[in-house]
């Protein structure tokens, strides 16, 4: 058991799982209660977009499409 020697352990070792159990079970709660923060964010970030914000991009996409229609559907570049 020292330096240099390797010690095979069997894939389901009893010696491992309740490290593995406890390890995994706690990088879970971590993971899953970041996701969790994370949703609020996005769901918080979502509700903040106002109206105008809304109205100013429909305006933007309908004005390069207009650029893209006129440009005969080729590549153009923005002056912006």
Request: aromatic content about 10%.
């Amino acid at each position: 058991m020292g330096y240099g020697i390797c010690v095979e352990w069997p894939p389901r070792s009893p010696d491992l799982n309740p490290l593995d159990s406890f390890l995994w079970g706690y990088i879970k709660q971590r993971v899953y209660a970041t996701l969790q923060e994370l949703r609020n964010r996005i769901t918080d970030a979502c509700a903040s977009v106002s109206p105008a914000m809304l109205h100013n991009v429909q305006r933007e996409v309908q004005s390069r499409v207009q650029m893209y229609i006129i440009a005969e559907e080729q590549h153009f570049e923005l002056d912006r």
